[in-house]
């Protein structure tokens, strides 16, 4: 029963704004968005979530449509270490488990 | 860097060994838990614990495998008379509450990868 969806792959040129869709349309009221990536042999890493608003820090921007039905990860200046595999996890505020799907291949390309 | 810390970060076991996998939480964490990475597969949720307590071991098997978190000392994975197919990469997390509400998330550490041969 995967609460999300995400393309397979996408590649991104370095330098460039690179846009990671996630649909998420059964999501709750009380469930908000997270999103990891994974670098190859190494770790999960968080990156950002939200709720309802949209959310910046250093490592990205998380736009969530006023709908709540999907979202999307922006990775403002890609660059080759921005090459990984990430996670678009949708968890209530009352769950601890990360459930990780296919995720999205990410290739930033020189 | 106080990250988490798991070792080894790698491990080579025969069959019917034993494999202790250890963790060492962000200072201050009191809450661990385990994942696990098949080859070519996501990451699965194997249990939680806290201090002394295992609070959901849902996603651990049934047999081999076992999980504490001692008042003092890291976690630790252990699994009994290995079998090929428990070569996988155990990833060990760590928060300061038993839920990711708006201001937390989990830390994750690099890894064990561990080989059955």
């Known amino acids: 029963d995967a609460k999300t969806t995400q393309p397979p792959s996408m590649d991104c040129a370095e330098g460039r704004a690179a846009n990671l869709p996630c649909n998420h349309s059964t999501i709750s009221g009380n469930e908000y968005v997270y999103w990891y990536r994974q670098i190859h042999s190494q770790g999960p890493q968080y990156i950002i979530h939200g709720l309802k608003n949209n959310e910046t820090n250093e490592m990205a921007s998380l736009i969530i449509t006023e709908d709540r039905k999907s979202s999307t990860l922006i990775l403002p200046h890609a660059t080759l270490r921005d090459t990984a595999v990430y996670y678009c996890?949708?968890?209530?505020?009352?769950?601890?488990?990360?459930?990780f799907g296919a995720g999205t291949t990410v290739t930033v390309r020189a | 860097n106080a990250g988490v810390m798991q070792n080894p970060r790698h491990l080579v076991r025969r069959r019917g060994q034993e494999a202790r996998l250890r963790c060492s939480p962000v200072?201050?964490?009191?809450?661990v838990y385990w994942y696990r990475q098949l080859p070519e597969e996501g990451l699965k949720f194997m249990v939680y614990l806290q201090k002394e307590n295992i609070i959901d071991e849902s996603g651990m098997p049934k047999e081999r495998f076992s999980a504490e978190f001692p008042k003092e000392g890291p976690s630790i994975l252990r699994i009994q008379q290995v079998v090929r197919g428990d070569s996988a990469a155990y990833f060990c997390?760590?928060?300061?509450?038993?839920?990711?509400?708006?201001?937390?998330?989990?830390?994750f550490g690099q890894g064990t990868r561990l080989t059955v041969v």
């Open positions: 997390a760590s928060s300061r509450l038993d839920k990711h509400p708006v201001n937390t998330e989990a830390f």
């Open positions: 996890i949708v968890m209530s505020s009352n769950d601890y488990k990360l459930s």
């Open positions: 200072k201050g964490h009191s809450h």
